[in-house]
C-alpha cells in the first residue's frame, strides 16, 4: 500500500519561508509525476506546483511562480516544496500528490496534509 507523507508545515511571520517534503512509502515506485495542492477554509482544493518525475519539468500555480519552487531528490524517493516569500494568503493545508507512471493521467495518490499558516 503506497503511502505519501508530508512534512515541515507550520506557523510563521509574512515574508518567510518553509520547506515542505513528501515521502513515499509501502512499495516500488515508478512515477509519472508529484505535487502538491493547497486547500484552504471554505475553498476548493487548487494545485500548487508538479514535477515530471522524468525531464524534471515543472508547473507553478501563477500565484506562487517566483515564489515557491519544486524538487525531487530520488535517493531518497522525496518531493520538496521550498516556499519563500510566503504571503497570509499562502495559508492553507497543503497536501502532496502522486500520478503512477501506468499509462493514466491521474492524481492517484494524496498525503494526510500538512498545515501551513502564515501570520502577518
Known amino acids: 500500500q503506497v503511502q505519501l507523507v508530508e512534512s515541515g508545515g507550520g506557523l510563521v511571520q509574512a515574508g518567510g519561508s518553509l520547506r515542505l517534503s513528501c515521502a513515499a512509502s509501502?512499495?516500488?515506485?515508478?512515477?509519472?509525476?508529484m505535487g502538491w495542492f493547497r486547500q484552504s477554509p471554505g475553498k476548493e482544493r487548487e494545485f500548487v506546483a508538479a514535477l515530471r518525475w522524468s525531464g524534471f519539468t515543472t508547473n507553478y500555480a501563477n500565484s506562487v511562480k517566483g515564489r515557491f519552487t519544486i524538487s525531487r531528490d530520488n535517493a531518497k524517493n522525496t518531493v520538496v516544496l521550498q516556499m519563500n516569500s510566503l504571503k497570509p494568503e499562502d495559508t492553507a493545508v497543503y497536501y502532496c500528490?502522486?500520478?503512477?507512471?501506468?499509462?493514466?493521467?491521474?492524481?492517484?495518490?494524496w498525503g494526510q496534509g500538512t498545515q501551513v499558516t502564515v501570520s502577518l
Open positions: 509501502g512499495g516500488t515506485f515508478s512515477w509519472s509525476r
Open positions: 500528490a502522486a500520478d503512477p507512471a501506468d499509462g493514466t493521467i491521474r492524481w492517484e495518490y
